[in-house]
């Protein structure tokens, strides 16, 4: 089992960045695959980005690929998600999403969530 807890979420502009954080902890934390979804007002929850439980292979949604980079401190079992040049759409409540070795791009797949933070970008 893991838990896990973000934090980073904020009010920024369009255009602006920010920096998405998420510890994992429990006894095997470090073998699971972790990631982002999000989930805006009245939309479905939706996959942003995740990385496996080795840091290699990151992927991202088409919607965030070039502007939005996911990174992982293995030794601190956290989980990063940089986020340049943000727009309005990208405002949303973001989860962390944790599955055992790799996290997929499907809901229905994560095993633990985190409680979300808020992500607002005014334009």
């Known amino acids: 089992q893991v838990q896990l807890l973000e934090s980073g979420g904020g009010l920024v502009q369009a255009g602006g960045s920010l920096r998405l954080s998420c510890v994992a902890s429990?006894?095997?934390?470090?073998?699971?695959?972790l990631g982002w979804f999000r989930q805006a007002p009245g939309k479905e929850r939706e996959f942003v980005a995740a990385?496996?439980?080795?840091?290699?292979?990151?992927y991202y949604a088409d919607s965030v690929k070039g502007r939005s980079t996911i990174s992982r401190d293995s030794a601190k079992n956290t989980v990063y998600l940089q986020m340049n040049n943000l727009k309005p759409e990208d405002a949303a409540v973001y989860y962390c999403?944790?599955?055992?070795?790799?996290?997929?791009?499907?809901?229905?797949?994560?095993?633990?969530w985190g409680q979300g933070t808020q992500v607002t970008v005014s334009s």
């Open positions: 990385m496996s439980w080795n840091g290699g292979s990151p």
């Open positions: 999403a944790a599955r055992f070795g790799v996290l997929t791009s499907n809901t229905a797949d994560v095993r633990a």
């Open positions: 429990g006894r095997t934390a470090n073998r699971y695959g």
